[in-house]
């Protein structure tokens, strides 16, 4: 069986960091994902909004780095929860359970309100959404400035092939 969803959308309120009674972290968000068509009569764009959960190091990272208005690329799995409300009427609600949560803009672009498609300009140039940097706590973050290493980083090598392990 599959269940892999892949969304994009801006944050519709900051990321709500909660944790279990056992201490694991989850973030709680939702996102607003506009649908390829627009309405026949006005003409303009619709938009789902999608709640969104992240548990552990990828919740910690969501709400560190992203805040309302901030675009994200969502990855994980669909999942349904039942639930009674304050009524005792029975319910079911989607969510997206995230596996991954990706940069969609730079924060540049957020901070301006303003978005440029489908790159952002990094330290080498325009880059796309495929251009992906993983960050130490399993979520993607903007490219760091290039490093250039130190001259005294290399040797010279010798052209002896006699002294080869193999």
Do not use: C
């Amino acid at each position: 069986m599959l269940n892999h969803i892949v969304l994009m959308g801006r944050l519709v309120r900051d990321p709500e960091l909660r944790r279990t009674q056992s201490g694991v972290p989850v973030a709680s968000f939702r996102i607003a994902v506009d649908r390829d068509f627009g309405n026949r009569e006005t003409g303009e764009r619709e938009a789902d909004f999608i709640d969104v959960v992240a548990w552990r190091q990828t919740g910690e990272f969501v709400s560190k780095y992203f805040a309302k208005g901030r675009m994200a690329v969502v990855s994980g799995r669909l999942q349904m929860r039942n639930w009674t409300d304050n009524q005792g009427n029975k319910r079911t609600s989607a969510e997206v359970v995230a596996d991954n949560v990706y940069f969609g803009d730079s924060k540049r672009d957020s901070e301006g309100g303003s978005y440029n498609g489908n790159s952002y300009a990094g330290n080498n140039g325009s880059r796309s959404y495929g251009d992906s940097y993983a960050a130490p706590n399993g979520g993607y973050a903007a490219p760091a400035a290039p490093v250039a290493p130190a001259a005294s980083d290399f040797a010279m090598l010798e052209d002896d092939e006699s002294e080869l392990p193999f």
